[in-house]
C-alpha cells in the first residue's frame, strides 16, 4: 500500500504515560528487528553500521588531533637546543653543537653535530643513551632504513659517521622523522658556521602558551566546521538507510496491535542498535586507521600510534551523540508518515518548505560575521568572544546553506514539469516527488564544498601576501654554498672541489673579507670604517657588478652607501687599507697589514648577483689581490647545475658535506611560500575530497537503496522494452540535478563565507578560480562516481527475474 | 486448435529454475485477434509461460516463433526492441512508475520508441478516454484508485498498437466489479485492434472472456478447445 492516498492525517492517539520500562522492551525489540529478519536486515543494520561508523572513525580522528599535536609538540620542545636565557660559556659539563639538517630528494633530514666540550658529563638529547664520539652517529629508525635502501644510496656519502644506535621514540616527533646526532671533533668545529654550547636539552614554556595568531585561529575554526559537519550529516543520513522497508515492517506491526508511539519507539529502537553498532565499528576503523597513520608519512609529518588518542572529553560526546542523534533524526523521519495497520501511509502532498527561517540562518550567520571585520587582522587580539562570534557565524551560514538547499532543488524541479527526454523526465518526476532524500545526501557535499572554497580564497589571499619575491635569480645560478674557509687556499680549494662536482657545470666562486681605514688610527677599533673586499675572477665579477672588459689584475670600486660621510667610503684609487685584524674580528690598529688600491682602479656600479645581494667596496682579481692575504675570508660558492645529471644537487650537497659537517646548500628560486601554508592548502583539499567521498558513499547507498524498493517497476519496464541506457540516465540525472544545485549554492555560499573571513582578516578579495575549479570538478567526479557504482545493480536489477512471484 | 496461420507458436518450451522445472515441454499457439487464457493453478508454470512467450526470458530448450521470427535465437536487443514495438504488457501489480503521472505512464512505451512527447500524450489520452480514465490523466498512480490504476495500464499496454498483448493476472489485485470492467474493456479494445492476447489467469471468471482456454499443469500445456 506504500505510495496510497492519504485519507487525511490519521488523529494521533493521546500520549499515555510511558513507563521506563516499556520503552526499554520497545527499544529492545527495534534492536532485534535490526538483526533477526534475515539477510535483508543485516544488510540494512550493517549499511547504518558502516556508515555511522565511517563517520565515528573521522570524529574520533578528528578528536585525537589535539593531543596528537601536544604529545608531538612536547617531544619536540624536550629535544630542542634553544635557550632563552644568556649564552652558554663552555665548561666541563657543555656541549658544543651545531645544526647540520639537509635536505634529500625533497626530504628534510634533521641533525645535529656535536662534540663534548669538557671531560664533564655533557646534557644527552632525549631518546639516546651517550653523546655521539667524533666519528660515530645515531639516527632515526625512518633515516636508518633510507640509509640503507638502494633510494639512499647516494645519501651515504653524505654521512661519514659509524651508526651506533637508533635515536628511540622520546628523540623523535614523528616514527617517520629523519634525523640523526652525529659526533665530531673539536677541531672540525673550525669548518663549522654557526655553533653554540648548551648545557642542558629541551625549552621550558616561558609563562602562558602564546595565544594563536587569530588568523590561523579562524582557520581552525572554520576549517573544522567545514569537515565536521559534512560527517553529522552523513551520520544523520546513515541513520535513514532501509527507513521505506522498515515502515513496512512497522505497518505489520500495527495490524498485531502496535500503537502509533509503540512504533515510533521500536523504529527508534532499530535506529539505536544500529548507531551503537556503528560506534564499535567507528572505534574499530578508528583502531585501524591509527595504525595506518602511524605507518605513513604526509608532507613531512608522522605521527606515532600512541600519539592518536582521542580527548576524553570529546570522546564522551561522540559516544553520546551520536546514538541519541541517530534516534532524534528516526523520530524527524517518521514525522511525515503514518504508519497504519493497512500500510505506511506518506503524506501526498507534504508541507511546502519554508523560505523565511532558511533565509534567517545564513542571514544571522552574516549578521555576525559582518561586525568582525578587520578583527582578525594582525596585530589584533584574538579574544575568545571573537573566535565564538565567528565560529558561531561560519556555522550558521554554513548550516544555512543546507537549510536551503531542500527549498532550491524543490523550487527548481518543480519548475522543470514533463519536457525533455524519458531518462530526464524519469529523474525529475522522481525528484519531485521526493527531493528531500535527494537534498539531505547533497547537503554535505554543500557545507565541505562552500567550506573549501571560502578557505581556499582565504589561503589563496593570505598565500599571495605571503609568497615573497626573493629577488634571486635560478637562472643565472641554481645553489648557493657558503663555504667556511679560514684562509684563502681554502676557498681555493673548495672551489675547485665543487668544480670537480658530478652535475656542476659551471661555478662563480667570490671570497670575502674585510679591510679597514688606515687613516683612522683611533684606539676605538669599533669605530674604524671598513668596507668589504671581494675578490673574483673576471667571469665572476661580471654577475655582481655591471662592468664592460675586464682582464686580471684589473680591480674595481663600487661606492657604499653614504653614511660614511659626504666623500663617500676611504676605498678610492691609490687608497692604503689596513687588512690586519684581531680574533675579535676588530681592525688590527697596531700590527698593520697595509694594501694599496690600483690607480687604475675604476669606479663601476653595484648589479644583483643571482642571490639577488648588491655588494659594495672594493673587487679584485686574483692578479690584483692574493686572497692568501686575506686573515678570514667567507667564501661563496653560486653553482650552476647541468640539468641533463640527475641529482646534481645531491652530489653538490654531498661535496658540501665533506667540506664541513654542517654546511647545506640552498637552492636559489624566484619566490618562496611558507610551508605551513601549502600544507594546510593540501590538507584541506585532502579532507574536502575525503569528505565529499564520504557523501558519495551515501549517495549510493540511498540510490543502491531506492533501486532495491523498485525492483519489481524496473522488471516490469524491461518487460516492455525499456533499454539500460534509458535508465542508467535516469540514475544519472537523477544524482545530478540535487548535485549541480548543491554546488551553484555551495558556490555561492562559500564565495560569501570567504569574502567574510578575507574582510575578517583584513585581506584584499581574491577568488581562487583554480581552487573553485578543482572542487567543483571533484562535486562532478562524485556524481559519475555514484553513477557508475550503482549502473551494476541496476543492470542486474532489470532482469526478468524480477516479475516472479512464485 | 492447429498453429496453421498462428501469429506465436511455442514448441516444446523446457524450462528450469533452479532444481524446481517451471515448464516440461509446453506448446502454445495463438492467432491474431485471438483472446487466449492460461489457466492453471499456482506455481504450475503459467506466468513462466507467459514471460518465455514474451522474450521476457529464454526457454532451456524449444522454440518460440512469432510471426516467422524465431524468438530464442534473437539478442536481448532485438527481443526488447520486439517487446517495445510489438507486444504489451499487463501485470497485477506494481507496473506503473509512481513519479510520473498517468497519462505519461501511458505515453511512457511511445516514448521510448522515440514518438515525440507531445504526440505521444495525445495518443495516450485518446486511450484513456477509451478506458475511461481520462479524468485521472494527471494524477499519479499512488492517487488513484486499484481499478483505475489497472486501466491505466491496460490503456499503456495499447497505446503502441501491439499485435500481441501479454496480461498477468490483470484483475488479480482488483474487486469482481472492477475486474469485470477491467476486462470487458480490455478485450473489447484488443478485439477492435486485432490484437492477440495471452491472458494467465486463475479465474475462470476472468477466463470466460477468452476465445479459447490453454492449461498448464506441472509445467505441461494443454489446448482444452475440444474439451470446451
Redesign the interface.
Known sequence: MSGQEAPGAPAEEPRARVSVARWAADLAMGGRFAVTGGRESWARTIMTAVGVGLGVALLLLASSVPTMYQQRNERGDARSALSFGDEVKPGPDTLRLANAGTTYRDQDINGMVMAPDGKGTPPVPPGIDRIPAAGEMWVSPALKDLLGSDEGKLLRDRFPYRTIGVIGDSGLSGPAELTYYAGISQKAFGHVNSQYHIDHWGTEKQGKDEPLDPALLLLIIVGCVVLLLPVLIFIATAARFGGERRDRRLAALRLVGADIHMTRRIAAGESLFGSLLGLAVGTGLFLLAREIIGSIEIWDISFFTSDIVPSAPLALVIAAAVPASAVVVTLIALRGIAIEPLGVVRNAKPKRRRLWWRLLLPLLGMALLLPLAGGFGAGSGGGNMKAYQAAAGAVLLLIGITALLPWVVEAVVERFGGRGSVPWQLATRRLQLSSGTASRAVSGITVAVAGAIALQMLFASVGAQDREDTGQDPNRAQLIANVPVSDGDQARDAFARYRATKGVRDLLGVTEDYVSDVRHSKDDPTSVPEEAITVADCPTLREVVRITSCRNGDVFLVDSPSYYGEEGGFAKPGAQVNLAYRDDRTPDLRQKKLWTIPRSATKVKPRQDPTGSERTGIFATPGAFDIADLPDPGASAMIRLDPKVPDGVEYVRNTSAALSPAMDVMRLTSTSQSDEFQVIRKALFIGATATLLLIGASMIVTTLEQLRERKRLLSVLVAFGTRRTTLSWSVLWQTAVPVVLGLALSIAGGLALGVMLLKMVGQPLAVDWTGLGTMTGVGGGVILLVTLVSLPPLWRMMRPEGLRTE | MTPTGSLLIATSLHKT?GHTPALDGADFSIHPGEVVAVMGP??SGK??LL?CL?G??KPDSGSVHYNGRELTAMSDTER??????E???V??F??L?????CV?NVA??L??NGTK?KEAETRASAWMERLEVADVAHK????VSGGQGQRVAVAR?LVTGPRVLFA?EPTGALDSLNGERVMELLTEAARESRTAVVLVTHEARVAAYSDREVVVRDGKARDMAGVR
Open positions: 529454475y499456482s506455481g506466468s513462466t514471460h514474451a521476457i526470458v526488447s526492441g520486439l517487446r517495445r514495438g507486444f504489451g504488457f501485470f497485477q506494481g507496473q512508475v509512481p513519479e510520473l503521472s505519461e511512457l512505451p516514448r521510448l512527447r499519479r498512480p499512488g492517487e499496454s498477468d
